[in-house]
């Protein structure tokens, strides 16, 4: 709000932002805990995926509250109004708040990034469909880190290849570990159009739909935890993807990728939800818990370990929005402070694991106890842009030093 023309941050929740909030709660409330274990502990991922689930947040309109209202989506332009979703989603179950913070995340960056033409050929497909997932493929077998750290190096980094052929690019390559690669109906397909170059000057995206003659999708892999999110390889055998769906220039993602750096808040806001919902238990269980003759939340080592969980929790908790108040009102903008959310959420959740362990006692490693199935989801949190990588794209100079995008997950 500004004074003397000077912006002021309001804590207070818009009245959107507090509706959104409170219905997000109540869909999770109602119609997530009661399913969620029950889908996790599927042996086959292919049957963990909660369809149903996935058709109530779409009539909910979740997954199309970014894809503008022209286009019948719900028209959310506001970076906080979506933490909010995620937050309180990662609450239920951080494996199916992965898949709908894809679908929210990645319409947005279809909005930024894509053509008037592309939009009105995909937007309205995905308003129309309650099952339309949509997945962003960069990782592949043998380049992970490397597609962030290794991206000013020739030839190094991510080997799919596209080259065009009069009206088509032809595509080659594989990749592995994709959020809802194996049921997306659309794939933003990270690759480069230069064999030799470094990644960063030869980036390109693609817009891949599911039925790309040469596309095929691989095996599901059997996750330790998050297991309501899909996860599978994808293969492009000479697949052919019509030149319209290249996204802006052929190699110039890198650059044009700084403008959807506001993706890199979904995953930290999931992650809260997830340490919120642990701490929660932890605190309820210790209450319940009776050793010594009193709750074990009475012991002063219990107590103080529960106090520091909710602390550091609420510590990155307040960043992530101030840094999200701060990318809304283009206000001193420290951007290598988003991408520290990550790594110093990577430690938490370790840690958060290690405390439900050591607080719920053997009843912890139980497949009955939701502290069993929570432990399992924070430790597979511990990936992606990792602890190390992340404190070295957070390192002081490090975007001056390498030109580096801050977009990526
Ligand atoms: C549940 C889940 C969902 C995922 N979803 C997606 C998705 O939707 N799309 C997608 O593209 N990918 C996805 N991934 C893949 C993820 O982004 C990668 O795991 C990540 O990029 C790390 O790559 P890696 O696993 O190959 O680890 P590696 O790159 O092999 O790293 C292994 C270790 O070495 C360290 N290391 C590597 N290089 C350096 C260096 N130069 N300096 C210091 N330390 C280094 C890393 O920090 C890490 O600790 C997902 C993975 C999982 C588990």
Redesign the pocket.
């Known amino acids: 709000m500004p004074r003397d023309g000077k912006l002021l941050m309001d804590y207070r929740e818009t009245d959107e932002q507090r509706m959104i909030r409170e219905t997000v709660r109540k869909f999770v409330e109602n119609e997530m805990k009661p399913v969620v274990m029950e889908y996790d502990h599927k042996p086959d991922p292919g049957d963990c995926y909660p369809w149903e689930l996935l058709k109530a947040a779409a009539r909910m309109g979740l997954t199309t509250m970014s894809i503008p209202t022209e286009y019948g989506g719900g028209g959310v332009t506001d970076l906080v109004s979506r933490i909010i979703a995620c937050e309180e989603l990662g609450y239920g179950d951080n494996g199916f708040a992965?898949t709908i913070r894809?679908c929210i995340g990645l319409t947005a960056w279809m909005d930024t990034l894509c053509t008037e033409e592309q939009k009105k050929e995909f937007f309205p497909q995905i308003v129309a469909d309650d099952t339309f997932l949509i997945?962003?493929?960069?990782?592949e077998p043998n380049?992970?880190?490397?597609?962030?750290?290794?991206s000013g190096v020739p030839g190094a980094a991510m080997q799919t290849h596209a080259e065009r052929r009069g009206d088509e690019y032809i595509i080659n390559g594989a990749?592995h570990?994709?959020?809802?690669?194996g049921y997306a109906k659309l794939i933003l397909l990270?690759c480069r159009t230069d064999r030799k170059l470094p990644l960063n000057e030869c980036r390109s995206v693609f817009i891949v739909p599911r039925d790309t003659p040469g596309l095929r999708i691989g095996k599901f892999?059997n996750?330790l935890g998050?297991r309501l999110?899909n996860?599978a390889e994808l293969f492009f055998d000479d697949a052919r993807v019509p030149a319209r769906y290249l996204v802006r220039e052929e190699g110039e993602a890198s650059k044009y990728l700084k403008q959807v750096a506001f993706q890199a808040f979904f995953i930290p806001a999931t992650m809260v939800g997830t340490l919120r919902a642990a701490h929660d238990e932890v605190v309820a269980y210790a209450r319940l818990r009776v050793q010594g003759g009193k709750p074990i939340i009475r012991h002063q080592l219990v107590a103080a370990e529960i106090s520091h969980m909710k602390v550091r929790i609420e510590a990155i908790r307040s960043l992530l929005y101030r840094q999200a108040w701060c990318w809304e009102n283009q206000y001193e903008y420290d951007p290598s402070l988003t991408i520290l959310l990550r790594p110093m959420l990577n430690e938490l959740c370790g840690h958060m694991a290690y405390s439900l362990q050591e607080i719920f006692g053997a009843p912890g490693v139980d497949r009955e106890f939701i502290a069993e199935k929570l432990s399992r989801d924070l430790l597979?949190m511990v990936?992606?842009?990792?602890?190390?990588?992340g404190l070295?794209r957070g390192a002081p100079d490090y975007q001056l030093e390498t030109g580096a995008h801050t977009s990526e997950?």
Do not use: C, Q, W
Request: proline letters at 3%; glycine letters at 8%.
């Open positions: 992965g894809h997945a962003e493929a960069m990782t380049s992970g880190t490397d597609n962030t750290l290794m990749k570990f994709i959020s809802n690669a990270h892999h996750k998050r999110i996860s597979t990936h992606g842009p990792s602890t190390y990588a070295i997950v």
